[in-house]
């Protein structure tokens, strides 16, 4: 599925798809973390949904959300990747400290509530919700994608 992606000046980021059954709808990802599902029917939109930055995140795992990666061009260079890894409600790592995910690929910050910590110690404990950001070459990325999820 294809998604169109509208960068929306001081709100934040809409993203419209149309399924393979031919319904259209999209979110619309405020800067804030709130974030909108937007229903469409054939005149326009029907309804909205409003979401806390939580409960996006729950829904996205029940229906079994992707992993987004946002690439940076020139790690491209030197076979490397830059990745956004979002810890699952069911990963084993739920509650247990950084130093305990054993992977090739580094973790050079995690996203926690709105908030970036760079350079986190051992000792953080990760949570459900939590995103890690990884460098590493692909073989292993997937290998921390797989563990996390």
């Known amino acids: 599925m294809l998604l ?14 149309t399924t393979a059954a031919g ?9 804030d973390g709130r974030r909108e599902l937007v229903l ?11 979401l806390t930055d939580t ?14 990666v946002d690439e940076v061009p ?4 030197v076979d490397l990747q830059a990745v956004h890894i979002p810890v699952a409600a069911s990963s084993p790592y739920d509650g247990r400290p950084l130093h305990d995910v054993r992977a ?15 350079a986190p110690s051992g000792d953080l ?6 995103a890690v950001i990884a460098v590493g ?10 563990a996390l999820t």
Request: glycine share 10%; no cysteine.
């Open 55 to 68: 409960e996006s995140r729950t829904v996205a795992e029940l229906l079994g959300s992707p992993t987004v």
């Open 137 to 146: 070459t692909e073989p292993a990325i997937d290998e921390l994608r797989r």
């Open 23 to 31: 319904q259209h709808a999209g979110v619309v990802a405020h800067r």
């Open 4 to 17: 169109d992606r509208t960068n929306l000046p001081r709100t934040g980021t809409s993203y419209k798809f």
């Open 104 to 118: 090739r690929a580094s973790i050079v910050a995690v996203l926690r509530e709105g908030r970036t910590i760079d």
């Open 40 to 50: 469409h029917g054939p005149h326009g939109v029907t309804g909205t949904i409003a």
């Open 125 to 130: 404990r990760l949570r459900h919700g939590d």
């Open 74 to 77: 020139h790690l491209a260079v």
